[in-house]
């Protein structure tokens, strides 16, 4: 029963995305437009180029997936939604993580397939690119899963969108540093199965420790 | 009064206020003079040292310094989620006002340790593993303080902080060692800091006389603090009402 809220949630989400589809797309148009104003500021020349692009597709999507996060549970909270979730039979736990999923499906599939995008116009290598690819794989949900906590927290606060950086973006620095890592560890030809495996872990990590808490955090902001 | 004393007689907001009253000069002359007895040590007992001159004293500040901001990060979280788990009032408090000594520690280590680069090493900052973890153990700290700042509502505020805290303190081992595994990968300082030389007795004394002035002054300030907020969560209190009382009259 308690799988069935998880999936019901998530759904719901979606179907509420579908209905604004342009504001769905706004974290992956940031994104873009955030990537591209790097050559602009550091000069054009490939050289540097392939190699500041790792880090800034991450740092990027980053603050993309961050953008997003204060929409998470606001509109819920606003219209009464999200209260009636918590009173209901079913388990914080799998509504937090549902809409952790929402968020990945809405925010990091997005910059998972714009991605490569970015990596042809930083003129990155196409073993570089997959690299790239399997850690945001990884990576994007962990970010998502961080973020529903700090969603959590924050919930209808005047302040609210900057305080959510503020809190969430320390704790992804591992993320940061495991994804960027991965990328740059293939291009000087050693193996990134050592920072993909770490990402994994982590992936695992967030996997069983976020929804708990962001759950915990949502019944400490409603009560 | 009669009753003994037990393990949760200081919880009670009023028996903390009169305690941490009784203590705090005591505290503070403790700080003050271990303060003193330390820097007179550092300052002209300590020999100087062979390769790095007298810029190595500003140690006796930025070591003790550095152990106080993690040390008071994790006992803030230990208050905090205390406070969260037992629903006590007071601990919540004493966590509140362990957050910006702690960020004050924190901020002291990184400027001292730009100090001491500088002449060292011949540059402020380098990325180094434990530069870097120390500057995100500052942002945990900001992070922590702009939350219960934010949350109007003092009993929604001690709680996410707690939980805020707790992811923090969760986090603080996975950030130092991905880090430091950075920081070894990109080979980004050459200068390594762990192959510390052997040090003279008397330098480990003066660090040790500063690490205690340090841990008076913060029981000092957070003490303080925390009778600050307990003034300012129990003014509806009768025991806050009848001393507003007293202290007017004497001031009469």
């Known amino acids: ?223 | 009064m009669s009753r003994s004393i037990r393990l949760f007689t200081f919880a009670a907001p009023s028996r903390f206020f009169a305690l941490s009253g009784f203590l705090l000069p005591w505290l503070w002359l403790a700080a003050i003079g271990f303060a003193l007895a330390g820097l007179y040590m550092g300052f002209f007992v300590a020999p100087t040292d062979a390769t790095q001159g007298d810029s190595y004293r500003i140690i006796f500040v930025h070591v003790p310094a550095a152990w106080m901001s993690m040390v008071l990060y994790l006992v803030m979280a230990g208050w905090a989620v205390f406070g969260w788990a037992a629903n006590a009032r007071l601990a919540s408090m004493v966590a509140r006002a362990l957050a910006p000594t702690g960020a004050m520690f924190t901020f002291l280590a990184l400027w001292t340790g730009a100090l001491w680069g500088k002449p060292t090493w011949g540059t402020w900052w380098v990325w180094d593993a434990r530069l870097t973890s120390e500057l995100i153990l500052l942002f945990l700290y900001l992070g922590y303080m702009a939350l219960v700042e934010s949350i109007d509502d003092v009993r929604r505020a001690d709680h996410a902080g707690a939980l805020l805290a707790l992811v923090g303190a969760i986090n603080v081992p996975i950030i130092y060692f991905s880090v430091k595994w950075w920081n070894t990968l990109h080979q980004g300082a050459t200068i390594s800091m762990t192959a510390a030389p052997k040090m003279a007795a008397t330098m480990l004394n003066a660090m040790l006389l500063m690490t205690i002035a340090f841990w008076a002054y913060s029981f000092a300030v957070v003490f303080m603090r925390t009778r600050a907020i307990v003034l300012e969560r129990e003014r509806q209190a009768q025991w806050v009402i009848d001393l507003a009382a007293r202290e007017a009259k004497e001031v009469k």
């Open chain 1, 1 to 223: 029963m308690s799988g069935g809220v998880f999936m019901l949630v998530a759904a719901r989400d979606l179907r509420l995305a579908g209905r604004r589809r342009f504001e769905a797309l706004l974290p992956v148009v940031f994104f873009i437009v955030a990537a591209s104003l790097f050559p602009l500021g550091v000069g054009p020349e490939p050289q540097v180029l392939r190699q500041i692009a790792p880090g800034v597709v991450w740092v990027c999507a980053l603050l993309a997936a961050m953008l997003s996060l204060n929409t998470l549970f606001a509109s819920d909270h606003q219209d009464g939604s999200l209260e009636q979730m918590l009173l209901s039979r079913h388990s914080t736990i799998m509504v937090a993580a549902g809409k952790a999923l929402a968020h990945w499906l809405l925010t990091g599939l997005p910059l998972i397939l714009a991605a490569p995008v970015l990596g042809v116009l930083f003129d990155m290598r196409a073993s570089s690119i997959l690299t790239m690819e399997a850690g945001l794989i990884l990576g994007t949900p962990v970010l998502s899963l961080l973020g529903s906590i700090g969603a959590a927290l924050t919930l209808g606060l005047r302040s609210g969108g900057v305080l959510i950086l503020l809190l969430v973006l320390p704790l992804c620095i591992p993320v940061l540093i495991f994804g960027a890592g991965a990328v740059g560890s293939v291009d000087v030809g050693l193996s990134a199965a050592g920072h993909l495996s770490l990402l994994g872990a982590l992936l695992l990590l967030a996997l069983v420790a976020a929804p708990p808490a962001a759950a915990a955090a949502l019944r400490i902001s409603m009560s």
